[in-house]
């Protein structure tokens, strides 16, 4: 009995967990993907987007880490994690001017027979070449930026003017604004001028659009410290910090900078093409419907530049998901998707057929208009080290256009002789 009884009970267990243990087999796992990302202006879009894609595939569930808006801080938190080849981030977000470091560094999964040419032709060739590094895919476009001029249409019409197409015109229009209006609260300009990666895109639109550079394309040779530069930055120091725009606005970052305009306190503004919408929704706007947008304005006789910004989707190579983060991305970049972030958030498509869309040349009339201009954005110096790059970039715009008495030719030599040891050790690491 001592031997027979436990059998007796043993086989009771297993036939009453028998069926209940082949559910359980027979049940799909489900594979949970991390996706590190920064904190959007607009984060509704985006849950809901995930929220459809978790609907669509039930296998999988996605979660998701915010970091800071700062692309500059977002960068520090996410290479940290990659240096350390974690593998609890499987998805994650990659600045325009980050997939050749990613790559090189061997932490952005190679995507190029995932992402065929058939595949890439569907999408704009310009952030595609963008999320590419010798040859190979290492980077989905998600969506497109590029620096637009947004300004107050009701202001404009008031006061008889037209947009500005010169730099000191637009100056010129809001000193008159100014005086008819005589708000103390009012200021010209607002952009992004706080020391991180937005200073660099603000300074080389200005820089670029009167036909100067930091760097030549084609020779690798440093321009920060050649005249049109010089004039530039000093145009920036001398006529826009401090006078066109508050003094406080070498603290700001895309947030801050648009809520001063969406606050009715800027006449003009310069932001992403997600400011649109954040500027029309009464709900977030005391100028909702009294917005316009355009090109940025250039020096006379030059033609206006726009810095190409934008985010990737990348993954982990040291993921333990990749083909459940691939389905994710295919998903997010889908027509559909990118129509959604367009149409909910203000995110400018980087897949050709959406700007065929009926519902958006409706509603988003000035994505199609300005497509040709997103087309023609001009990139940064594609590099391994481009984060050290826009560091030394920042110290010195931070600088030049803080100290008002500072040496500025002086300023310029030095960071340009600074940048060409980056350059040089940029050609030793290339893989």
């Given at each position: 009995m001592r031997c027979f009884l436990p059998k007796i009970i043993i086989c009771g267990i297993l036939i009453l967990l028998g069926p209940?243990?082949?559910?359980?087999?027979?049940?799909?796992?489900?594979?949970?993907?991390?996706f590190l990302t920064w904190r959007p202006s607009q984060p509704g879009p985006w849950e809901k987007l995930i929220q459809k894609f978790q609907k669509n595939h039930p296998h999988i569930t996605v979660k998701r880490q915010v970091s800071p808006h700062s692309s500059t801080e977002y960068h520090a938190i996410i290479t940290q994690r990659l240096k350390n080849k974690d593998p609890s981030v499987d998805v994650f977000l990659m600045d325009v001017v980050w997939p050749p470091e990613f790559a090189?560094?061997?932490?952005?999964l190679d995507l190029?027979?995932?992402?065929?040419?058939?595949?890439?032709?569907?999408?704009?060739?310009?952030?595609?070449?963008?999320?590419?590094?010798q040859g190979k895919i290492y980077g989905v476009p998600c969506y497109l930026a590029a620096g637009l001029f947004y300004y107050r249409k009701d202001l404009l019409e008031k006061y008889h003017f037209n947009p500005p197409r010169t730099w000191p015109e637009m100056i010129q229009q809001g000193e008159v604004i100014l005086r008819g209006e005589n708000d103390p609260g009012l200021h010209i300009y607002s952009a992004q001028f706080k020391q991180y990666e937005g200073l660099v895109c603000n300074m080389l639109e200005f820089l670029r659009s009167n036909g100067g550079d930091i760097l030549d394309g084609n020779t690798g040779r440093v321009l920060l410290d050649r005249p049109a530069a010089l004039e530039a930055t000093r145009f920036v120091r001398d006529r826009i910090i401090g006078k066109a725009a508050p003094r406080g606005v070498v603290t700001y970052e895309e947030p801050e900078s648009l809520s001063l305009f969406?606050?009715?306190?800027?006449?003009?503004?310069?932001?992403?093409?997600?400011?649109?919408a954040v500027a029309g929704d009464p709900r977030k706007s005391a100028i909702s419907g009294k917005v316009g947008v355009g090109l940025l304005p250039a020096f006379k006789g030059h033609h206006h530049a726009?810095?190409?910004?934008?985010?990737?989707?990348?993954?982990?190579?040291?993921?333990?998901h990749p083909d459940a983060a691939w389905q994710f991305i295919r998903f997010m970049t889908s027509k559909e998707s990118q129509k959604t972030l367009a149409l909910a958030a203000g995110l400018a498509p980087t897949r050709k057929s959406v700007y065929e869309d009926p519902t958006l040349q409706q509603k988003?009339?000035?994505?199609?208009?300005?497509?040709?201009?997103?087309?023609?954005a001009a990139s940064r110096h594609p590099s391994p080290i481009y984060p050290m790059l826009s560091?030394?970039?920042?110290?010195?715009?931070?600088?030049a256009i803080i100290k008002k008495n500072v040496a500025l030719p002086s300023l310029a030599r030095t960071s340009a002789g600074r940048l060409k040891k980056l350059l040089a050790l940029e050609a030793m690491m290339v893989k």
């Open positions: 209940w243990h082949l559910i359980a087999a027979a049940a799909p796992s489900t594979t949970e993907i991390v090189n560094a061997g932490w952005a190029t027979s995932r992402f065929p040419e058939a595949e890439q032709k569907k999408f704009l060739k310009e952030p595609v070449s963008a999320g590419s590094w969406t606050e009715g306190k800027a006449i003009f503004h310069r932001n992403w093409p997600y400011a649109w726009a810095t190409l910004g934008g985010w990737h989707f990348g993954i982990n190579a040291f993921s333990r988003m009339p000035h994505l199609i208009a300005f497509l040709p201009s997103f087309e023609k560091q030394e970039l920042q110290r010195f715009f931070s600088t």
